[in-house]
Structures are given as C-alpha cells and as structure tokens.
Nanobody, 126 residues
C-alpha cells in the first residue's frame, strides 16, 4: 500500500519561503518513478485545489495562482516529492497534501489521485 508523509510546513510571514517534502513508500506494484505526483491544498471551508503536479517524465503543471512562485520536483531515487515555495502570500495558507496515482487525466484534479498523505500546515501571515 502506497503511503505518503509530508513535512516542511510552518508559519512564515508574507514574502517568505518554505520547502515541503513528501516521502513515499509502498510502491510494490509499480515503481515510484511511474507515478504522477501532485501537491494539493485545502483551506478551512474551501474545496481542495491542485497546486502543482509532476508526471513520470518530469512534465510539470501549475495552478495559475502559484506560477512563478512555486516549483515542484521529484527525486525518484528517494521516492520523494518536493514543493519549493517562494514569495508566499496569506492566501497560500492551507493544509498541503501530496498525492500519487499511476495514471491521471487531469494532473491538478484531486479526485484523479488515489493515494494521499495526511498533509502539512502552511500558515502565511501578513
């Protein structure tokens, strides 16, 4: 069973940076490198939204709201996923989850992903 564990969240002031990490395990039926990986976030009372994704070949997709500020990357040797966040804004405040799936049609569509981590909280103060 695929398991995902996020880390790296915290509280920062607007304009600050954070780097989120997601450690994956349990990729028994297919290598981690074959999975689509994504970062999603959910603020209280809001729907979960896609932030960034990276495919098996390294193709990345970003939400318009984070383009130019966030960078997603993966290390297939470490079964790990990262999200480097710069110029953070109060509206980035949310719980951030990483997700995995061997096949997705919409990289930023949350219901396309079957495996989820518990999330890590990011709070940005003005």
């Amino acid at each position: 069973q695929v398991q995902l564990v996020e880390s790296g969240g915290g509280s920062v002031q607007a304009g600050g940076s954070l780097r989120l990490s997601c450690a994956g395990s349990g990729f028994f039926y297919s290598s981690y490198s074959n999975y689509y990986m994504g970062w999603f976030r959910q603020a209280p009372g809001m729907e979960r939204e896609g932030v960034a994704s990276i495919g098996p070949g390294g193709r990345t997709t970003y939400a318009d709201s984070v383009k130019g500020r966030f960078t997603i990357s993966r290390d297939n040797h470490k079964n790990s996923l990262y999200l480097q966040m710069h110029d953070l804004k109060p509206e980035d405040t949310a719980r951030y989850h990483c997700a995995a799936d061997p096949a997705v049609a919409g990289p930023l569509v949350h219901y396309e992903y079957n495996y989820w981590g518990q999330g890590t909280q990011v709070t940005v103060s003005s």
